[in-house]
């Protein structure tokens, strides 16, 4: 286990420890086995659990994290296998329309044609967002450690690119979804995301939100007697690094960024359009024309029932 003994956010030394465990203590290992359907070791049953408390951007983060060798022990042999994890990704459809609303909201914001934008999926697991960015037309690169993740981000046409070698200055937007939480280092990664990001562009960070289990977890109550749902956001060797709102927009300004804060117009125009007149009138009319009265060449058509 490696010992963290700053802040990886900001990278203040001034810390308050928070929480402390044995990962020998039957709290623990009961979220071991059950989390990761008993193919855990006792690999860190001699380590502790420590939450530590930034004092100056209050970040909650461990103190004492997997090494190398370890988290390649916990990917390759203890995580579910990745068919599992397929099939538990198949998105739905508000899953999808989710997305779209995102990738939407990001092409208007940044006023460009989404054939002239350059977007990065840092982390792309199975590529979902990526592949709407590339439905709107956006040209889309990607950061992904898993190699069977990044080779299948090659195969739906992501131009997969180690994070040293990203461009500087490229990207006018950069997507992060559940990644940070992972991360031993996340403001040097975050550094050099914010190098690639072009003058004026966007980048989206979006991890769990660990108040909750943090509030709960400073009142007495113990690991252990959490809900499955507030030890997500905590949960020991993955999640080691637990954001509140404010910890997160203090992680983005230490890095030079700052926060957007969108019109409701553009949040609400991105999913639809609608409040455009011209789009109204035609997302109004054109079902009509095309299904009441139909005179046109766009037809559906199912397979007769026997």
């Not at 068919?83 to 914001?109: G, K, M, P, T, W």
């Not at 690991?223 to 203090?250: Q, R, T, Y």
Request: charged letters at 20%.
């Amino acid at each position: 286990m490696k010992h963290r003994t700053s802040c990886p956010a900001c990278l203040s030394a001034s810390l308050t420890q928070v929480y402390e465990e044995p990962y020998a203590g039957e709290g623990i290992q009961n979220y071991l086995r059950t989390h990761y359907e008993g193919n855990a070791s006792h690999t860190a049953d001699d380590c502790l659990y420590v939450l530590t408390r930034c004092d100056h951007c209050g970040l909650s983060f461990q103190k004492y994290i997997p090494d190398d060798a370890f988290l390649g022990e916990i990917y390759n042999s203890w995580v579910p296998g990745t068919d599992f994890e397929r099939e538990h990704r198949n998105y739905s459809l508000e899953e999808y329309r989710y997305l779209a609303e995102q990738v939407q909201f990001v092409i208007q914001h940044l006023g460009r044609p989404p054939g002239e934008l350059h977007m990065l999926d840092f982390g792309f697991g199975w590529a979902h967002w990526s592949k709407m960015a590339m439905g709107y037309g956006c040209r889309v690169s990607g950061v992904e450690l898993s190699q069977e993740r990044a080779a299948h981000g090659r195969s739906v046409g992501i131009q997969v690119v180690p994070l040293d070698d990203l461009p500087d200055r490229a990207f006018h937007f950069i997507h992060t979804e559940q990644v940070f939480e992972h991360l031993a280092e996340p403001r040097a990664v975050l550094d050099r995301l914010v190098a690639a990001l072009a003058p004026g562009g966007l980048i989206k960070i979006s991890v769990p939100d660990a108040v909750a289990s943090l509030k709960k977890i400073a009142h007495g109550q113990s690991f252990g007697a959490l809900s499955a749902w507030d030890k997500m956001s905590i949960a020991p060797l993955e999640h080691i690094n637990a954001f509140s709102h404010e910890s997160l927009v203090a992680f983005g300004k230490a890095a030079g960024l700052q926060p957007v804060k969108p019109s409701f117009y553009r949040l609400y125009n991105g999913a639809s359009g609608l409040l455009q007149l011209k789009n109204l009138a035609r997302v109004l009319a054109r079902p009509v024309y095309r299904h009441v009265f139909p005179r046109n060449t766009f037809v559906y058509f199912e397979r007769a029932r026997s």
